[in-house]
């Protein structure tokens, strides 16, 4: 049991405030400090992240949080503790730099979805799947929270990043979606409605205050939600697009676009923006153009393919593996094909489906395009949303990445070294190097020949301390207590 120390009571204090009445995330304490003994991983193929070669039978030392060194045998310390992984691979912990951990990614058909309990056990998910760092780019208000509960020990889960909060234009997306779905009230505070540079200023003055990883806009006339697809919003006006984007570089913090047309993303690219948060899926003329600007610029692309998709998870026996339902809580995976179930529901709106399958093809299309032209391009799941399962629909975004041209070696490192550079963490994430923080997850198989191998994780490192994902349990809702505890 661990010590309720005053700490993690003025945390839960301060969680209180910010989630609905009765609702609080549950403390979970490992109970573990690091290790301060020195680990060897021996024996196995090791890919690095950086896109050169697998090593083969090569060693990877592990002092603390840290790797101290990758060579032969011979770098081994005489007191190194010696784990042989003969037959595996071994490579840097895979990266998700487009998620939305508020939502639970099942069918919104299980009030369970909708508790702190849900979001514990979307956190383990990530680690049964070698997910070892999260970049949340939704408006979410206890992400503060979590963050400092994962860094404390108080949960379980992969490293988390984010924004915080979103910068759009006066009821454009999400703002009409968040209303439609009841959630203005709890999420709407979050997300500033820009109209004038004076409120783009403000906007990124307050944002830039609390504990943000960056600043996320939205620049698109597209509303994607359960029901339809339309073009029907206003983007930010030129001027306050240039704004946020100044404001942000001035302060040191990336900006990250949700863009839908090439036309949006050049203008975002224009202006200066880093990183492009979704395919550009609503049209090719013009694309590669923008492509070529943004790889001339070093504007990476998060392509997103998955949530086009609508609904892989209807059958998720055709994509993962029964051994890796067991990866997922089994109230969301449930939910997707439960009576009320939206993803259910969505997949019956006329012509919403065939959107759907077009705005995949043009999205896998672009892909290929920006390959093409040389973009920097990492890996973003998208889940939380409907039908987006935490942690498994990586494995379905890797899969459609290699489908639209990309080789296994060029998917590993959109999910491992680009992504930790896209996040602003390439310096310490991403690849296996002496120095760098000890990320590591090790598959069975190679990944190289068939990328399903990611999919078989055995044994995962994080911050030099190792997890065996199959003894993650998830955990049940608890019922609350009456006593506000």
């Known amino acids: 049991m661990c010590a309720d120390t005053a700490g993690s009571q003025e945390r839960r204090s301060f969680l209180r405030q910010l ?25 196995a193929r090791i890919i690095d992240g950086n896109g050169g070669p697998a090593r083969e039978d090569a060693v990877v030392i592990v002092q603390g949080q840290k790797i101290s060194a990758i060579g032969p045998a011979s770098v081994i310390p005489a007191n190194a503790r010696v784990m042989d992984l003969a037959g595996k691979t071994l490579l840097p912990g895979l990266i998700d730099a487009h998620i939305h951990i508020g939502g639970s990614g099942g069918g919104s058909a299980d009030p369970r979805e909708f508790t702190p309990t849900a979001v514990e056990n979307s956190l383990l998910s990530y680690l049964k799947f070698g997910v070892t760092s999260i970049y949340d780019m939704a408006a979410h208000p206890s992400l503060n929270s979590m963050k400092t509960a994962l860094e404390t020990g108080e949960l379980t889960g992969p490293r988390l990043y984010g924004n915080g909060f979103g910068i759009t234009a006066p009821g454009s997306h999400p703002i009409r979606l968040i209303t439609e779905l009841g959630l203005l009230d709890y999420l709407g505070p979050f997300y500033f409605q820009v109209d004038s540079v004076a409120d783009a200023e403000e906007a990124v003055r307050r944002i830039s205050a609390e504990q943000v990883d960056g600043i996320k806009l939205f620049h698109s006339r597209v509303e994607a939600g359960t029901t339809r697809f339309d073009a029907d919003m206003d983007k930010l006006k030129p001027e306050i697009l240039q704004t946020v984007i100044e404001q942000a570089h001035a302060r040191r913090l990336r900006v990250y676009a949700h863009t839908s047309f090439p036309s949006e993303a050049r203008e975002f690219v224009e202006a200066g923006g880093d990183v492009v948060v979704h395919s550009i899926h ?29 609904g892989y998870t209807m059958e998720p026996g055709s994509f993962f593996s029964p051994q890796q339902h067991e990866k997922v809580w089994d109230v969301l995976l449930a939910s997707i094909t439960a009576p009320g179930s939206v993803v259910l529901a969505s997949r019956t709106v006329p012509g919403l489906l065939n959107d759907r399958e077009r705005s995949l093809e043009i999205s896998m299309a672009n892909l290929a395009r920006a390959l093409q032209t040389g973009v920097k391009i990492a890996m973003g799941s998208d889940a939380g949303n409907a039908g987006m399962l935490h942690g498994a629909t990586v494995l379905r975004e890797l899969q459609l990445m290699n489908e639209a041209g990309m080789t296994p070696m060029q998917v590993i490192v959109a999910a491992t070294r680009n992504g930790a550079e896209v996040i602003g963490r390439g310096e310490e994430l991403g690849t296996l190097e002496a120095g760098k923080l000890a990320d590591i997850i090790v598959v069975n198989g190679d990944p190289l020949q068939d990328l399903s191998a990611l999919g078989n994780v055995e044994l995962v490192v994080k911050n030099g301390k190792i997890i065996n994902p199959g003894e993650l349990e998830f955990k049940e809702v608890q019922q609350p207590t009456g006593d506000g505890s």
Do not use: N, Q
């Open 19 to 43: 989630l609905p009445a009765g609702i609080l995330l549950l403390s979970v304490c490992s109970g573990h400090s690091l290790a301060d003994e020195i680990l060897a991983l021996t024996g």
């Open 282 to 310: 609503m049209a090719e003329t013009g694309a590669r153009d923008v492509f070529e600007l943004m790889a001339a610029r070093d504007v990476a692309y998060i392509p997103t393919l998955a949530v086009f998709e609508g």
